[in-house]
């Protein structure tokens, strides 16, 4: 007699239980109202952006500083450029000391050091932002005795570490320990191995985790109240008090003029399409490097 297995043709898979074919379809369902119940407030609240700020952007939005109160027209192109410039302070100090750091609790951090960094990383993370703020006010603003970008730059960097040092160190630790004996067994240093293979394997995973960190403090104002202050004119001086589109934002939308407000919108709505393209942008540079590398 011939059996299924010498006949592929005759054989036929099991048939799959009612039950396990109603609890599939009822997780799936699941899984997709979760997506839209994350996907519908973010676009509800893109859409209402758009709708209110889309109006008040024009070229002398892009390119102009404030006018004074009162007066029609004007914009935050000092606002946006003084947001560049305390970000890109940010993220000089706080990017490389935030991966240095998970990468020593990826590697080396199983003591008492590193249980200590750990518990003040997560620690820092559920820290408000205001109290970050009077913090760097204290430590920079009270010895350089004026406000700054310099200042403004050290409160958002002081918030991008905890969160880029935890994520650093989680994407560290999926690397297979199979790759570093690999390298081990072909000479190779530990402290090579760490930055040319470890590292670079956990390359994704750490831009995310980046861009997680520069996402979250963009929008950030309290902490630049206290350092930044806000500034009414073009500034390119770390040492000098320095506009931002948040605290722009913020300093309109408690006014009384209604052309205020309506540039408030277009600020919140300017705000957010520079953080997805400035996020998009790196992932896209960071994506093509790997492919390359990979080549």
Do not use: C
Not at 227 to 249: R, S, V
Not at 257 to 268: I, N, P, T
Request: without cysteine; positive net charge; proline residues 5%.
């Amino acid at each position: 007699m011939s059996s299924p297995a010498d006949n592929p043709s005759e054989f036929t898979a099991p048939q799959i239980s009612l039950w396990r074919r109603g609890l599939n379809n009822l997780v799936t369902v699941a899984a997709i109202t979760a997506v839209i119940i994350v996907l519908v407030p973010l676009i509800a609240v893109f859409g209402y952006l758009v709708y209110k700020g889309i109006g008040s952007i024009n070229w002398a939005f892009l390119t102009q500083t404030p006018k004074p109160p009162g007066e029609v027209g004007g914009g935050m192109a000092n606002a946006v450029a003084g947001s560049a410039l305390i970000l890109a302070i940010g993220s000089v100090v706080g990017v490389p000391i935030g991966i240095g750091a998970g990468i020593y609790l990826a590697e080396f951090g199983r003591n008492r050091l590193g249980d200590l960094i750990r518990f003040t990383s997560d620690v820092l993370n559920g820290v408000p932002s205001i109290i970050v703020g009077i913090v760097a006010y204290g430590l920079v603003v009270l010895s350089q005795g004026h406000f700054s970008a310099l200042a403004g730059g050290a409160a958002l960097a002081i918030m991008m570490i905890p969160t880029i040092t935890r994520t650093t160190e989680e994407m560290l630790l999926l690397v297979p320990h199979a790759v570093r004996e690999a390298a081990y067994g072909l000479g190779v240093s530990k402290w090579r191995t760490t930055l040319s293979i470890t590292l670079r394997t956990a390359t994704s995973g750490i831009i995310t985790g980046v861009m997680l960190a520069f996402a979250r403090v963009a929008g950030e104002t309290a902490p630049l109240l206290f350092t930044a202050f806000g500034n009414q004119y073009w500034n390119w001086k770390i040492n000098q008090p320095t506009a931002a589109l948040p605290l722009q934002i913020f300093t309109y939308a408690i006014s009384p003029y209604d052309e205020w407000h309506k540039q408030a919108w277009a600020g919140a709505l300017i705000l957010i399409v520079l953080i997805v393209l400035s996020v998009s942008a790196v992932r896209f540079v960071a994506g093509r490097g790997m492919l390359k590398g990979a080549g």
